[in-house]
C-alpha cells in the first residue's frame, strides 16, 4: 500500500494562510490524492481530492507536485473552525483498501 | 437522506460479551469500510467491502468479522470484546472508484 507522511503538528495564526504539506513518494499512475479533516469529536469530512492537477474548492485549494511526490492542502484564510487533524490519503483509482495515516494536527492561535 | 448512520452511538461491554456494530447507508455507495480510532491516534482500517457480497481484511482485523448483508449495511461484530477493542468506530462508504468516502458519527465502545 503506498504511504503518506505529514508532519505531526502544525500552528497557524488565525486569518493568516495555512500550508499543509504531504509526502507520497511511491505514489502510483492511478492514485488520487485525498484530504480529510476531522474536528474533534466527530468523524472525518471530505476536503478535496485530486489527481494530477492543482484543484480549488470552497473550503482549500490542492497543490500537486509535477512529479506527483508530493502536495500540499492550502487553507487560504485560517479560522477557529479549522482547528483539526487533517489527514492526506492515497484513493487507488480500484475498489480498494483506504489507508489513513496519523495525520497533521493543525492548531489556530487567536 | 440520512448518509451513513451508526447505531448504537455508545456502548459498555465487559470482557467476553459480544456484539454487533450495524452501519447503514442510503447513498447507494458499493465501498464500505469500518474503521477504527484509539485515543489522539489516527483511524486504522478494520475491514472493507467493495461490493455487496465481497469482504476484505484491512490493517487490524483480528479479533473482528464483518457482513455485508446488501448494499445498504455493514456489520462489524465482535465475538470476545477484550479492553484493547476500547476504540470509536466508524463507518464509512464510497461510490465509484477515487470518490470521497463518506463518515458516519461514530460509535464509543468501551470494554471494561
Known amino acids: 500500500d503506498a504511504k503518506t507522511t505529514q508532519p505531526n503538528s502544525m500552528e497557524s495564526n488565525e486569518e493568516e494562510p495555512v500550508h499543509l504539506p504531504c509526502n507520497h513518494s511511491?505514489?502510483?499512475?492511478?492514485?488520487?490524492i485525498h484530504w480529510y479533516r476531522q474536528l474533534p469529536s466527530q468523524g472525518p469530512e471530505y476536503v478535496i481530492h485530486?489527481?494530477?492537477s492543482n484543484v480549488n474548492n470552497r473550503m482549500a485549494s490542492l497543490a500537486i507536485a509535477e512529479d506527483r511526490k508530493s502536495s500540499t492542502l492550502i487553507l487560504h484564510r485560517a479560522t477557529l473552525r479549522d482547528a483539526a487533524v487533517y489527514y492526506c490519503?492515497?484513493?487507488?483509482?480500484?475498489?480498494?483498501?483506504?489507508?489513513f495515516g496519523p495525520g497533521t494536527s493543525l492548531s489556530v492561535i487567536p | 437522506n440520512a448518509g451513513v448512520t451508526q447505531t448504537p452511538k455508545f456502548q459498555v461491554l465487559k470482557t467476553g460479551q459480544s456484539m454487533t456494530l450495524q452501519c447503514a447507508q442510503d447513498?447507494?455507495?458499493?465501498?464500505m469500510y469500518w474503521y477504527r480510532q484509539d485515543p489522539g491516534m489516527g483511524l486504522r482500517l478494520i475491514y472493507y467491502?467493495?461490493?455487496?457480497?465481497?469482504?476484505d481484511k484491512g490493517e487490524v482485523p483480528n479479533g473482528y468479522n464483518v457482513s455485508r448483508l446488501n448494499k445498504r449495511e455493514f456489520s462489524l461484530r465482535l465475538e470476545s470484546a477484550a479492553p484493547s477493542q476500547t476504540s470509536v468506530y466508524f463507518c464509512?462508504?464510497?461510490?465509484?472508484?477515487?470518490?470521497?468516502?463518506?463518515f458516519g458519527n461514530g460509535t464509543r465502545l468501551t470494554v471494561t
Open positions: 490519503i492515497l484513493n487507488r483509482a480500484s475498489y480498494d483498501k483506504v489507508i
Open positions: 511511491t505514489i502510483s499512475g492511478t492514485d488520487y
Open positions: 485530486g489527481l494530477t
Open positions: 447513498m447507494n455507495h458499493n465501498s
Open positions: 467491502s467493495a461490493s455487496e457480497g465481497t469482504t
Open positions: 464509512a462508504t464510497a461510490g465509484r472508484y477515487n470518490s470521497p468516502l463518506h
